[in-house]
């Protein structure tokens, strides 16, 4: 495992529950040349003291060099874990997809907000519909699969598709890559309704234009 050794005083933020962890903060990094080098891979940050702060996905391609899974030292990050905040944000998310009428898009899984830094989910159409997913970062790339594996055992939809935002994407080191992770692709366009505006909606890009 890797160990990231922050700068004196820059631990701080870490501290304060600040998530993410800039190349600025990086004293050191140490470990494998292999693993140092694979987008995602855990890490374990300490203060220039040596004293445990956080485990984190580590990143040497991107700006946030690391993306903290958890400040406890006991918890450690593995398939269990994952499948335990994708249900935990499923289950917070759950009052408003019940609440949502047809057309409506619904934000079921949010990044940091969730403790999945950079996967943000959304649902179309409930169980019959799409869950639509963007791994904007290396640690929620790495656990794509049980990632997906707990979304449709604990939604029920079968249809999950995987969405890139190119920019963000290159930013990270990651490659841009789109397509059906389980089940059908969604269609070139639905129709979705925002404040009572009827738009039309490319599941597969984000784009979307009014009617007029």
Request: with cysteine; proline share 5%; hydrophobic share 40%.
């Amino acid at each position: 495992m890797l160990i990231i050794t922050i700068k004196q005083g820059k631990e701080k933020s870490l501290l304060a529950g600040d998530p993410w962890i800039y190349a600025s903060a990086i004293e050191r990094v140490e470990g494998r040349p292999n693993e140092k080098m694979k987008p995602g891979s855990t890490a374990i940050v300490q203060s220039s003291s040596r004293a445990f702060l956080a485990r984190a996905a580590y990143n040497s391609k991107s700006q946030i060099r690391a993306r903290v899974w958890t400040f406890d030292e006991g918890q450690p990050i593995d398939h269990a874990l994952i499948k335990r905040r994708v249900k935990a944000a499923l289950e917070k998310s759950a009052p408003a997809a019940a609440k949502a009428k047809a057309g409506d898009v619904v934000r079921r899984v949010n990044a940091e907000a969730d403790g999945l830094p950079g996967l943000l989910v959304d649902s179309f159409g409930g169980k019959d519909g799409w869950l639509v997913c963007e791994f904007q970062a290396a640690g929620v790339d790495a656990w794509k699969v049980p990632i997906v594996q707990a979304l449709i055992a604990e939604t029920g939809c079968r249809n999950v598709y995987e969405r890139s935002d190119e920019l963000v994407r290159k930013g990270e080191g990651l490659p841009v890559v789109a397509g059906a992770l389980a089940g059908d692709e969604p269609p070139d366009d639905v129709t979705v309704m925002e404040s009572g505006v009827k738009f039309s909606l490319d599941l597969k890009t984000g784009h979307k234009s009014r009617f007029r």
